[in-house]
């Protein structure tokens, strides 16, 4: 929706109308329960030179019916602010013109420092019938450009102290604005942004990126919940911080956040930024994400170079390099038994885990029963240290990520602990599969939902050459040989990888 951006004069306060709407469709015949809910969180500023707003939504539902809202927001001269409201109720069927079958309207009015709940039903007339509930929840903040303090001092007021805590300090001119620290969350003020809180971790990468002085500039909305419901985004100035609970908070800005947007924010095929957007000299930029890279170059969308190792591949890899390190005859199968979601982090969310099971030999147990001799769980995470930035030297490492679990029956607890030590030497330090070197072009080394491995290169000749290599690499995949002494840690450890007899980085063979 536009908000619009109004001037101001010192002895007219602005309105700021934070509101909600919230659309449930009741008729359940005509449209299933679980997707009857649209909720839509927005922002208004009214003011003596736009003292009007208005936005308007739509909801499709079942049998060709549409639901329409329009609400208007008038600023009177006393004060408060005037809402009004229609709905309707309409039919469409293809290729002939809307018929209205009902109608609703509303009004009411809302005061400086007042939040004022306004509801509706909409019936069909024919029937009679309740088709559809509309909530409209807004909340008014009166915004005194004279007197930044008083404007911080009421906002915080009307969210409460249980909501923001006792102040952390007096009111503070930052660039663009004003802002008043509480304990668990920031105010900042300012006649072309309004006022808008930040808080938690959105509020820790906001300071860590520099705040007001930063790409991002002031908040121009609230912390707000995201379309799937799991995350929070904020909007800037200058950009964007999205939330996750297995991301952590990353900045998207510039044109890289309106691609994203294009395909979907959160819900698209990408996911959920997973890296703050990243220069890409000379001109472009890019961002990592749970699913993918997204690259700019002059602005344009530009597919990253990629190479891939498959589940399968993968698998097989590990499966050989466990059975070099345990003894002769001991595993009977390995299988991928899960992987995790992304890991949260400030600055760069950490890979997808994966965890092993580890078999042996089977047996008859109980009744007939087949029975391993043991089960063992390994969750592992493939990650790249330092985190790729397409310029420097990267190591790419395995780890191990969590508690090896091990299971076996009543008469084989006895091997347990000796099976325990072999284990925990596959991975008692972090081994490197693999070197990158920093004018390959590395943007990205993730681990995919589907438990494949994926490395993305800068697409420019220079990363072309890099992914052919890396492709290379993936294809003759072998285990390193045993050597006759007994494996030690970090380089000498089986778990490493090698595509020849060098053992060396993919991307730097060309």
């Excluded at 808080?199 to 919940?225: E, H, N, Q, W």
């Excluded at 395909?263 to 472009?284: C, M």
């Excluded at 508690?403 to 325990?420: E, F, K, N, V, W």
């Amino acid at each position: 929706m536009h908000t619009p951006s109004p001037t101001h004069t010192p002895d007219h306060p602005q309105a700021q109308l934070t509101h909600t709407t919230h659309l449930q469709v009741t008729d359940d015949e005509t449209f299933g329960r679980d997707h009857a809910l649209g909720c839509q969180h927005d922002l208004t500023l009214l003011g003596p030179a736009c003292p009007d707003a208005a936005y308007h939504l739509r909801g499709l539902g079942g049998r060709d019916r549409q639901v329409t809202l329009s609400v208007t927001f008038t600023l009177t001269p006393a004060g408060p602010v005037q809402i009004s409201g229609e709905a309707r109720l309409l039919a469409r069927p293809p290729d002939l013109p809307a018929r209205e079958l009902g109608c609703a309207a509303f009004s009411g009015q809302v005061a400086p420092g007042e939040t004022r709940t306004l509801r509706t039903r909409l019936c069909c007339h024919e029937s009679g019938d309740e088709y559809a509930r509309i909530t409209l929840t807004v909340q008014h903040t009166a915004l005194h450009p004279a007197d930044p303090a008083g404007t911080l001092h009421a906002c915080a007021q009307a969210l409460g102290a249980a909501h923001t805590g006792p102040p952390a300090g007096p009111c503070e001119a930052v660039r663009g604005g004003h802002r008043r620290s509480y304990r668990h969350a920031d105010l900042y003020a300012s006649p072309a942004t309004g006022v808008h809180e930040i808080r938690g971790d959105l509020r820790r990468r906001y300071d860590a990126l520099g705040g007001p002085d930063s790409l991002l500039g002031l908040p121009v909305s609230d912390p707000t919940p995201t379309a799937d419901r799991a995350g929070q985004f904020s909007h800037f100035q200058g950009g964007s911080l999205f939330l996750h609970p297995r991301t952590g908070p990353m900045a998207v800005h510039g044109d890289l956040r309106a691609a994203w947007a294009s395909a979907g924010w959160e819900r698209g095929p990408l996911g959920y930024p997973t890296s703050d957007t990243l220069p890409l000299a000379p001109d472009g930029s890019f961002n990592d994400f749970q699913n993918g890279v997204l690259v700019l170059l002059a602005g344009r969308p530009t597919p990253p170079v990629t190479a891939t190792l498959t589940r399968g591949a993968l698998l097989a890899a590990v499966d050989a390099a466990l059975r070099r390190h345990l003894p002769a005859g001991l595993l009977d199968s390995v299988t991928l038994a899960g992987v995790s979601d992304t890991r949260f982090d400030l600055r760069r969310s950490g890979n997808r885990v994966l965890t092993f099971h580890l078999r042996g030999p089977v047996r008859p147990g109980p009744h007939g029963r087949p029975d391993p001799a043991f089960e063992a769980w390994l969750p592992v995470q493939f990650a790249a240290s330092p985190a790729p930035d397409a310029c420097r030297p990267v190591r790419l490492i395995a780890r191990q990520a969590g508690l090896i679990t091990l299971r076996a029956p009543p008469d084989r607890q006895g091997r347990l602990p000796s099976l325990g030590d072999a284990l925990g030497r596959l991975l008692r330090a972090p081994v490197t599969l693999a070197s990158v070197p920093g004018h390959a072009g590395l943007l990205s080394f993730k681990v995919l939902a589907d438990g494949s491995l994926s490395l993305s290169f800068r697409p420019d000749p220079a990363g072309h050459a890099a992914a052919a290599a890396a492709r290379r690499f993936m294809d003759r995949l072998r285990p390193t040989p045993r050597p006759a002494s007994s494996p030690g840690p970090g380089a000498g450890d089986p778990w490493r990888l090698a595509a020849g007899a060098e053992g060396g980085a993919p991307a730097a063979r060309r």
